[in-house]
């Protein structure tokens, strides 16, 4: 029932996006939907609004169901130093955090829903940050690829880690 509702709800703001008149120009030529994969720029839907050289985009896709839950929602800032002639590769330096909570029920005993077990849930926030650099590339006057590289930190309230940070986006201008 829920996907069906999220089903409706996204087809209905597509079709309010693309229901706006245009006269051969693209009259929301900042705004940006699409789908980011990266650990620290996140991963699921995002919206990019980049109107000049600073933007912003918002990354998230809670996944789960009843026993288990994962929310990843991330922040990124752009910043535009470099555009081709057309703006068919743009570069951009981005900053970017990230938070991710996990619920886990986790059930110990001989057969789980039944009389003779211990149920205990488990709760995981995990933040990121980082900085990168990242390629804008448009294959279509609508559609573009981004590919970013970056370094982060990863968890930094707990058990902190540095890393390398890689991200793929593909999205369409609105």
Do not use: W
């Not at 650990?39 to 896709?61: D, E, N």
């Not at 590339?137 to 309230?157: A, V, W």
């Amino acid at each position: 029932m829920k996907q069906n509702i999220l089903f409706i709800c996204l087809s209905l703001l597509v079709m309010i996006s693309y229901s706006q008149e245009t006269t051969g120009q693209y009259l929301h030529k900042n705004h940006y939907m699409g789908f980011n994969a990266g650990a620290l720029t996140g991963i699921g839907f995002s919206y990019r609004y980049m109107p000049k050289k600073i933007g912003v985009q918002l990354t998230g896709l809670p996944i789960g169901n009843k026993h288990n839950l994962r929310v990843k929602a991330a922040l990124t800032v752009f910043y535009k130093y470099y555009s081709s002639v057309g703006e068919t590769l743009n570069l951009l330096a981005y900053a970017s955090s990230s938070f991710v909570h996990k619920r886990n029920e986790i059930y110990y005993g001989i057969q789980p829903y039944e009389e003779y077990f211990i149920f205990e849930p488990q709760y995981i926030n995990k933040y990121n940050a980082g900085i990168g650099t990242a390629m804008e590339i448009r294959l279509h006057n609508i559609l573009s690829l981004d590919i970013l590289l970056g370094y982060g930190i990863y968890d930094f309230t707990d058990n902190y880690r540095f890393t390398i940070d890689g991200g793929i986006g593909l999205f369409f201008r609105l």
